[in-house]
């Protein structure tokens, strides 16, 4: 009689993906009230709830929104991104296993997408790139599922690209490079049923906001071509340099691996490098930011740790020190470890710049509060600025804070006639007074975000007109 084989049973892959993902929350969580809100947070705790803004679609504010309403905590905050981040790293864990991975390479994946530069930082922030990046890694590992023939994985994919244009609408230059990439690597895939539902499941979901945009003028390009006309030739220049960085440098075989192994063989991720490829080049071509190929690159990074070559060239235990210490780093530059002082935060933000937009917001709010005369308005022309007053003002602060700037100029515009300007743009305005008289500048500290480095500000009376045909003036859209 002959002895049964053995059948190897995976354990499930909430219990592989739990290490990483328990380790990645708690940092999170500890460091969550640490320094204080980023820009863009201070900017979406001024928002109502909205079914658009001139900038953005209103997921992210709608969360931030309802989370105010429980608590002004900055950890209560932030308590989405670390589930975003959390939830990237089971993510993660997919990926390798789609592709028949060991349980051990599996959660490799996730420590080393856990504990690198770019997730630690949108697990720390709560801007609409955290979700934005746990959707582009599930869309992705969506399509990976289809083209190893799990059943319905491209409509999955459409519907969490549909659903996610309600927080970013950068999820369609996902989805288009996706198509090449399909194209280009895997064409069967894309001639199935699920495709088309897919595809469908995308436009019925994601229209709304897209509509809404077009209704409206598209006003987001504007914001976008603020931003290149700041940094665009920087983000060029510096593109795969930051790339390698958000990743890792010491996780750059991996991730590299993870793009050019599956294209040389009939590989079901062949079709990643193609889509990097697309992503690469229409960042080139609309340089905003220069982090949007990394929802990209970290599916392939995950996928990398699955290709031969990794396997060939480094040990187990090689492999764990290189997470590790990679981690280590990571934290280090991205999170709020060190004190909020020199020299730390002047050295840590010339290599992480989301550091020093952590800083100094109730100091900035604190002296435009003291130079506000009773029964004046604020006019900021910065909407951090706006959201810094809104958040450490007193209520009578916050009542008479306005701001131009992108969805912050429907919440205007004054009533007052009386006003003190805040800011280079709001003071060019001045000519609409009868008088204006200075009321000095802002003092920053040491490390400040460009456009608070020198922040003039106005005492100014007597509007030439009413104030809802003057409010255009102060209309600004940036990013």
């Known amino acids: 009689m002959r002895s049964a084989v053995p059948v190897r049973v995976d354990p499930s892959p909430l219990r592989v993906a739990a290490p990483p993902m328990l380790a990645v929350a708690l940092v999170l969580l500890v460091v969550a009230p640490r320094y204080g809100p980023h820009w863009d947070e201070l900017y979406f705790g001024m928002l109502p709830p909205r079914w658009w803004y001139e900038d953005q679609p209103p997921l992210t504010v709608w969360i931030t929104w309802a989370l105010g309403r429980v608590s002004d905590d900055l950890w209560v905050q932030r308590l989405p991104a670390v589930a975003a981040a959390v939830a990237g790293a089971f993510v993660a864990t997919l990926y390798p296993r789609t592709l028949g991975a060991s349980p051990r390479v599996q959660r490799l994946a996730g420590w080393a997408h856990a504990f690198t530069v770019y997730p630690l930082i949108m697990g720390h922030l709560f801007t609409t790139s955290s979700l934005d990046l746990l959707a582009w890694q599930v869309v992705v590992l969506c399509v990976l599922r289809a083209t190893t023939g799990h059943p319905h994985g491209l409509f999955w994919a459409g519907t969490v690209a549909g659903v996610a244009c309600w927080n970013k609408l950068l999820v369609v230059v996902l989805a288009a490079a996706l198509l090449v990439g399909l194209l280009v690597a895997r064409r069967g895939v894309l001639l199935t049923r699920d495709a088309l539902h897919g595809s469908l499941a995308l436009v019925v979901l994601g229209a709304p906001q897209v509509l809404l945009q077009l209704v409206h003028g598209i006003p987001m390009t504007q914001v976008s071509s603020g931003l290149v006309d700041q940094q665009g030739d920087l983000v060029r220049l510096l593109l795969l340099p930051a790339l390698a960085l958000f990743l890792g440098p010491p996780l750059l075989l991996v991730w590299v691996g993870g793009l050019l192994g599956p294209w040389r063989s009939d590989h079901p991720a062949r079709f990643l490098l193609p889509t990097a490829v697309v992503v690469v080049l229409w960042t080139l071509a609309h340089p905003s930011q220069p982090y949007y190929p990394v929802g990209v690159l970290l599916p392939a ?24 210490a990679n981690g280590v780093v990571a934290c280090l530059l991205c999170l709020p470890l060190l004190p909020p002082s020199e020299p730390w935060l002047s050295t840590l933000s010339r290599v992480d710049p989301t550091i020093r937009d952590q800083v100094g917001w109730p100091g900035y709010a604190e002296q435009i509060s003291s130079l506000r005369a009773p029964g004046e308005d604020v006019v900021v022309d910065t909407y951090a600025l706006a959201g810094a007053v809104h958040r450490y003002g007193t209520p009578e602060d916050r ?27 709001a003071v060019q305005q001045r000519d609409a007074f009868a008088g204006c008289r200075s009321a000095g500048s802002l003092q920053t500290g040491p490390v400040v975000h ?20 003057l409010w255009p003036r102060f209309r600004r859209l940036t990013g």
Do not use: M
């Open 301 to 324: 990074l995950a996928v990398g740790w699955v290709t031969s070559g990794v396997a060939r060239r480094w040990s187990p235990r090689r492999s764990s020190l290189v997470v590790a």
């Open 399 to 425: 009542a008479a804070v306005y701001s131009g700037h992108n969805a912050l100029w429907d919440l205007g515009p004054p009533t007052s006639d009386r006003v003190l300007l805040v800011g280079e743009d």
């Open 450 to 469: 460009p456009e608070l480095a020198h922040v003039p500000l106005l005492h100014c009376t007597g509007p030439v007109t009413d104030w809802p045909t």
